[in-house]
């Protein structure tokens, strides 16, 4: 599962590899974490890694590493080398990558940024963001085209925030009504780039960039739109955006668990979100994603084993306590049983270090 590096202790194994800012490898997967270990990595900046058992079969559904850094390595070249008009073409393979994955069904939404570090946010950001979208838009049936389209202009939604001074992105405190300001020029300053950077462009990929921090009910930035005129793309954008940062640790905050973030989103249909967008996001995401640990009204706590897409709340459970015997329970046929709550850091250390 993944922790955050403050509540490490030595002894843990990592489950998946850790990388650094640019993508390389700092540990193995399998590693086994001493003190000095653990120093390196919150030294590092590195804000939450994955630990348990490498060959659990939780972790094998995750996006596959090498196209995730590869998908935040194109789009870092494409921002920060190209002084003159250039094309798209590495961008867009590692999105097709990405949906060939989806598409394969290789991949479920779970664990997306276990491995953040404080600089890398951006384009690890963006890479989830785009996973988020696509998986929402197989959900929706789009043809491959519309998925190329789709995670393109989602995995460079931000592309403006290269442009936002870094003291006002990663300020710790609440913004003051300039710096807010600011940030706001975001879309614009993303959808000029995306324009002036590549003639080959199409309306769709861009609108994404332009309009994915407007709102439903036309709260949004910087047009204001509402409703329909929201396009879907960017609709779909902004519910993958909001989610994927508020489930992910800043300086500024601490993230929301997955059930929080997920009923949040329950409530925001038709005033944040078009309610339909929302339904099927909710399809997509999972309160208790896989390899979380829940706590139950019976008192024991539990590893959550594979979830439900139409009943997100009755996943299969694995049961931790030593006296159970039938460790593995299906809550769709344990009607007495309910999820109370999930397992928070610091306990969870302890279970899993034994
Ligand atoms: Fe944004």
Redesign the pocket.
């Known amino acids: 599962m993944k922790l955050p590096t403050s509540h490490l202790a030595p002894g843990m194994r990592l489950a998946r590899p850790v990388y650094g800012t640019k993508g390389e490898k700092l540990l193995n997967q399998g590693v086994e974490l001493t003190d000095a270990y653990i120093k390196a990595l919150r030294r590092r900046g590195v804000l939450a890694v994955c630990v348990g058992d490498p060959n659990d079969q939780f972790y094998e559904n995750v996006l596959a590493e090498e196209i995730r850094i590869n998908a935040m390595e194109a789009v870092r070249s494409w921002v920060e080398n190209s002084a003159q008009k250039k094309n798209l073409k590495q961008v867009i393979e590692s999105v097709e990558a990405i949906v060939e994955e989806i598409l394969a069904g290789k991949y479920c939404v779970s664990g997306l940024t276990e491995i953040c570090t404080t600089d890398a946010y951006t384009y690890m950001h963006s890479v989830d963001v785009c996973v988020l979208s696509l998986t929402v838009g197989v959900e929706l049936r789009f043809a491959k085209k519309g998925l190329i389209r789709l995670g393109t202009g989602s995995i460079l939604?931000?592309l403006?925030?290269t442009r936002i001074p870094l003291e006002i992105l990663n300020k710790p405190g609440r913004l003051t009504a300039e710096e807010f300001a600011e940030i706001k020029k975001?879309?614009v300053l993303?959808y000029e780039m995306l324009l002036s950077k590549t003639n080959e462009i199409d309306s769709e990929t861009a609108s994404i960039v332009l309009d994915?921090?407007e709102r439903y009910d036309g709260s949004g930035y910087p047009r204001g739109l509402r409703g329909e005129d929201i396009g879907i793309m960017p609709a779909i954008c902004a519910i993958s955006?909001v989610y994927n940062a508020i489930t992910t640790d800043r300086v500024y905050r601490k993230a929301f668990p997955p059930y929080e973030a997920y009923e949040l989103l329950m409530g925001s249909g038709n005033t944040m979100f078009d309610a339909d967008v929302v339904n099927t996001f909710l399809l997509c995401i999972s309160p208790y994603p896989i390899g979380s640990l829940v706590r139950l009204s019976n008192g024991l706590i539990a590893r959550v084993i594979k979830t439900r897409k139409n009943q997100p709340f009755r996943p299969i459970i694995g049961l931790l306590d030593a006296n159970q015997k039938n460790g593995e329970l299906d809550l769709m046929k344990e009607n007495n049983i309910v999820i109370t709550g999930v397992v928070d850091p610091n306990e969870a250390c302890a279970i899993i270090a034994k």
């Open positions: 939604h931000d403006g925030k975001h879309p993303g994915h921090h955006d």
